[in-house]
């Protein structure tokens, strides 16, 4: 049975290849032809390359081929998004890069497709409920970035090809921490972190989970899944002052030990957003991003624990593993 997976290249996406060959299966990967190989390794030499994109149709239905189990973890993500350009890009390879890779998986038959999709498709609203699960309404909100809407539409995108004869799940993520390419992702607030760059801790929390974890919960959700369902794959609800002592910890320096208050906050973001502006460029941080932070998010991975047999990690063993991938 050969599985594809989409995104294989990135950060999650390498770690679920890993998993997957370490457990035996026969992967194709779906790939730019400009994408970098790093994060996967020696796994690069043990896969299938198809080379094309999830926003070009042919060449997903091309990758399709022959295939039984697809994993589509492609996606752009950009929590900041202000630039019309940046919004068109990532809508064009969240929601119709989702489309082509969901129409290719039904027209070519393949058993069961797996979603990766974000706890940010479940939005957030300004009066947050002390616990979030799967069964969370989407609610318009000045809490929901650009990229939580592309998200957000991606699933309906699942939802309408599940109800067309797909057999589809949908696995949401929590915030993935874990080892990575250096200035990406998460990997920069470790980066922040370590060099003594951040500023201080906002008053909210998010939950964090290890990228390992998160691979591990998407193999599952192809095994024991139920169709049309998603489920919601995190680890600990932390605040952001005990995810940066945490992380500082690891790393052997000082935790940031100011607290910055809501105000200075906002006021730092909407200057970064007018500079941006002038220079046509997408900000470093922006008030929707900054409102989150100040918001804990508390969220409950009981379904995927009880359904799948979902498992993770403390956060503490994957900031030591984040120190010692780069020490």
């Not at 050969?2 to 995104?7: A, E, N, R």
């Not at 929390?205 to 489920?231: P, Q, S």
């Not at 989150?292 to 991975?301: C, H, L, P, V």
């Amino acid at each position: 049975m050969k599985t594809l997976v989409t995104g294989a290249t990135g950060f999650l996406g390498s770690a679920l290849v890993r998993e997957l060959l370490r457990r035996g299966a026969d992967v194709r990967i779906l790939r730019r032809y400009h994408s970098k190989l790093d994060l996967l390794g020696d796994s690069a030499n043990t896969v299938e390359h198809a080379v094309g994109d999830v926003t070009d149709l042919e060449s997903v239905r091309e990758a399709m081929r022959d295939v039984t189990r697809v994993y589509h973890v492609a996606g752009l993500v950009a929590v900041i998004a202000r630039t019309r350009g940046l919004i068109a890009r990532m809508r064009a390879v969240n929601v119709r890069g989702t489309a082509n890779v969901a129409d290719a998986a039904r027209e070519a038959g393949v058993q069961r497709l797996v979603h990766t999709s974000s706890i940010a498709a479940l939005g957030r609203s300004e009066r947050a409920p002390s616990l979030t699960d799967e069964s969370a309404t989407w609610h318009a909100s000045r809490l929901n970035t650009h990229y939580a809407i592309s998200k957000h539409d991606a699933e309906l995108q699942i939802c309408r090809s599940v109800a067309e004869g797909l057999d589809a799940v949908v696995v949401n993520p929590a915030v993935i921490f874990g080892p990575g390419r250096p200035g990406e992702n998460t990997m920069r607030i470790f980066e922040a972190i370590r060099q003594r760059q951040s500023p201080g801790n906002p008053s909210g929390g998010v939950n964090v989970v290890d990228v390992e974890d998160v691979a591990a919960g998407h193999i599952l959700a192809m095994e024991h899944g139920r169709t049309g369902e998603r489920y919601i794959l995190g680890g600990e609800n932390l605040s952001w002052k005990t995810i940066f002592s945490q992380l500082a910890l690891a790393a052997g320096v000082p935790a940031p030990h100011r607290n910055i208050p809501l105000g200075v906050a906002m006021a730092i973001a909407t200057a970064a957003e007018l500079g941006a502006a002038f220079r046509r460029k997408n900000p470093v941080i922006d008030r929707v991003s900054i409102r989150g932070m100040y918001q804990f998010w508390r969220i409950s991975s009981k379904k995927a624990a009880q359904e799948l047999g979902y498992s993770y990690r403390p956060f503490a063993e994957t900031t030591r593993r984040m120190v010692a991938a780069y020490s």
